[in-house]
């Protein structure tokens, strides 16, 4: 794998693995963890895309010129609304908050795949490479036209596994 000159350690190809997405821009220091919610952007395409940018409403996210630069995220300006997530063609954001509970953490994602979980139901949640890495509980599914009907699945877990936790497993299809 080759690296970006300016982002040494993110591969151009292939996923890329948590060490490379800390180095990206969009990727909030850790002291910034404990101020609630707040979004985490795994973006490392330097392609042209910026719907991140303009669904933010507190100018968090920041693009800029060229519109390939990759999304740099302003983690005192972000409040964790998630409306980038729904924006972001590539599925490339997640909202996560270290101050859900004492012992739990939650992670907001975008999940289009077919059937859509259920609120309690127990998941297997996943890091950037789809192993597992816990098990969670869905707290919440918003399925709205204003995320233009991407579902936005929050699941609570285990604040050991915080910074591993980016999605969950694909459910197991159901049979009528």
């Not at 309690?120 to 789809?130: F, N, P, R, T």
Request: aromatic fraction near 8%.
């Amino acid at each position: 794998m080759t690296a970006w000159p300016d982002h040494p350690g993110v591969k151009l190809s292939g996923a890329p693995n948590l060490d490379e997405v800390k180095k990206t821009p969009g990727y909030p220091a850790q002291k910034y963890w404990k101020k609630g919610s707040l979004a985490f952007i795994e973006c490392v395409e330097e392609i042209p895309c910026n719907p991140c940018e303009s669904s933010c409403p507190q100018g968090a996210i920041c693009v800029g010129t060229p519109i390939t630069n990759l999304p740099v995220l302003d983690a005192e300006k972000c409040i964790g609304c998630g409306k980038c997530i729904a924006a972001c063609p590539g599925l490339a954001i997640y909202i996560k908050n270290y101050t859900y509970a004492e012992n739990e953490a939650t992670v907001t994602f975008p999940y289009e795949y077919w059937p859509i979980p259920s609120r309690g139901q127990e998941v297997s949640l996943v890091d950037e490479m789809g192993d597992v890495v816990c098990q969670g509980k869905v707290l919440r599914v918003v399925n709205t036209k204003q995320n233009n009907h991407t579902p936005l699945v929050t699941c609570s877990f285990s604040k050991e596994f915080f910074e591993r936790v980016k999605s969950m497993k694909r459910l197991p299809k159901r049979n009528n």
